[in-house]
C-alpha cells in the first residue's frame, strides 16, 4: 500500500483497482479492508488524509504519505529484498533437485 501511495495512487477505489490488477488477492481486494487498514496507517502516522471535490464526481478522501511513511516505505524495501533472496534460494535449491522431484510430485498428486 505504501508504494502505491508513494506513486500517487491517492484514494481508495485507484488503490482497490491497481490492487487488483497486480492480483494481490485471490479474487478482488476487499474494500473494507483496505479503508481499514488505510485508518490504521493514518493513526500511526504514516498517512495524512483530506477530503477532495474533483472536478467530476463525489468528493473523496485522498491519502499521502507522510515523512514517516516514507521512512516506513524505505523499511518496507530492505524487508522485501530479504524475502526476495530468500524465494530466490528456496526456487534455486529446488530446481537443483531436477526432474526427479517434479516426477515424484505429480506421482504423488495423482496418485
Known amino acids: ?3 502505491l501511495l508513494a506513486r500517487g495512487i491517492g484514494h481508495g477505489y485507484a488503490l482497490v483497482a491497481r490492487l487488483n490488477a497486480l492480483g494481490a488477492a485471490p479474487n478482488e481486494v476487499d474494500a473494507g479492508a483496505l479503508y481499514r ?3 490504521d496507517l493514518e493513526t500511526a502516522g504514516l498517512v495524512q488524509s483530506h477530503w477532495t471535490s474533483p ?3 463525489a468528493p473523496r478522501r485522498d ?3 507522510t515523512d ?4 516506513g516505505l524505505a523499511d518496507w524495501v530492505v524487508v ?3 524475502r ?3 524465494v530466490g534460494a528456496f526456487l534455486a535449491e529446488y530446481e537443483a533437485l531436477g526432474q526427479e522431484a517434479r516426477t515424484r510430485a505429480r506421482a504423488d498428486t495423482e496418485a
Not at 68 to 71: I, L, P, Q, S, T
Request: neutral net charge; proline residues 0%.
Open 1 to 3: 500500500m505504501l508504494v
Open 37 to 39: 487498514t488505510l485508518r
Open 55 to 57: 472536478d467530476a464526481g
Open 63 to 65: 491519502y499521502v504519505l
Open 68 to 71: 514517516a511513511g516514507w521512512v
Open 80 to 82: 522485501m529484498h530479504e
Open 84 to 86: 526476495a533472496r530468500l
